[in-house]
């Protein structure tokens, strides 16, 4: 990856311009005519194929991604990822609290059909993140593979958002009004992150090591807090017979990410020094097969099988986590190469 700023260019911008415009008039026009969540399929196939489509706008896909990218890329752009999709997460968590609206009818009949989703529907958080996070990586890999000069990557990742989208109208979790408000808030975000995140980062590398670790740990405590306690019950939802749930822990998910994940960079940075790119593809196989198990050693038992109904345990719970993976792993790994 480049270190130099790179930024997109009006080509790719008239691109995203015309693109987002049509599907913001496309949408209005479904919408106003009563095809709100006329995209839902009760098919049992669809459901079946859209379903693990779904998957790919799931947190765990865009760790496991970041992880690989991380231990076997750029540590840097990894991390940039990273913060890119945490923030993203929070505007949308932000969102979801401020508008509070229901998700469709079809999301409460259950798993027999589609998902049973607990929390607020606008905007889409699939839709949202995986605009963010494969539209990112579609600039980062825009150059790598082309057809006939045309950069098939780009094509290829624009193809799974717009999978990713439609997957969350058919399975019945979103209509069409979350999903349209879920690429808008994911492109708008995408392109501010694109043009203020080497601002910020060289501000933030004028800083040194001591004064990097306190305001990382300041920003991520304070997401945690601010979002907690203005809106407490932050993934309260809807469903049919009218019952409420709430997931009072989104942000502290966030918070606790950003901690973990930013402490463990620093960290590394410092005192480890790992550097993918001196490494054999049979190193970068291997740290590879590291990370995943050091991840699921962490991940599962805390995620699934010790469950604590705390906020603060949800925050203490994924800040070890990534610290393990920010810190841990290159560490690990490191002296595994050597």
């Known amino acids: 990856m480049s270190e130099k700023m790179e930024y997109l260019s009006k080509k790719a911008l008239l691109i995203i311009g015309i693109t987002s415009l049509a599907i913001l008039v496309i949408g209005l026009i479904l919408y106003f005519t009563g095809f709100n969540e006329a ?4 098919s049992d196939t669809v459901q079946a194929i859209f379903k693990a489509i779904t998957y790919l706008g799931e947190p765990i896909a865009f760790i496991i991604i970041i992880a690989i990218i991380y231990i076997t890329y750029n540590k840097k752009y990894a991390k ?7 923030f993203s997460q929070y505007l949308n968590q932000l969102c979801k609290s401020i508008f509070q609206d229901p998700r469709p009818v079809a999301t409460n009949i259950g798993d027999e059909y589609g998902f049973a989703e607990p929390s607020f529907g606008f905007p889409s958080g699939h839709t949202q993140n995986s ?12 150059d790598n593979y082309k057809y006939n000069n045309v950069p098939v990557i780009p094509i290829v990742l624009s193809i799974i958002i717009f999978l990713v989208a439609i997957s969350r109208m058919i399975i019945g979790v979103h209509d069409l009004q979350d999903v349209i408000g879920g690429f808008l808030i994911g492109i708008g975000f995408l392109l501010l992150f694109i043009y203020t995140e080497p601002f910020f980062s060289k501000q933030f590398n004028k800083l040194n090591f001591i004064a990097k670790i306190i305001l990382t740990a300041t920003v991520a405590i304070l997401l945690f807090l601010i979002g907690t306690l203005v809106y407490p019950n932050a993934g309260l939802g809807l469903v049919v017979p009218p019952v409420l749930y709430a997931d009072d822990g989104a942000y502290a998910q966030v918070g606790g990410a950003l901690l973990g994940f930013g402490i463990g960079y620093l960290l590394e940075q410092e005192y480890v020094k790992y550097d993918p790119s001196q490494l054999t593809n049979k190193k970068k196989f291997l740290n590879i097969i590291i990370t995943i198990v050091v991840l699921l050693l962490v991940f599962v038992p805390f995620e699934y099988l010790l469950k604590i109904d705390s906020v603060y345990y949800r925050f203490a719970r994924y800040a070890f986590a990534t610290f393990i993976l920010g810190y841990i792993v290159p560490l690990l790994c490191s002296k595994i190469n050597k």
């Not at 605009?131 to 825009?142: C, D």
């Open 80 to 86: 940039n990822l990273a913060v890119c999709l945490l």
């Open 39 to 42: 995209f839902y399929s009760t």
């Open 131 to 142: 605009t963010v996070i494969w539209g990112n990586l579609s600039k980062e890999f825009k």
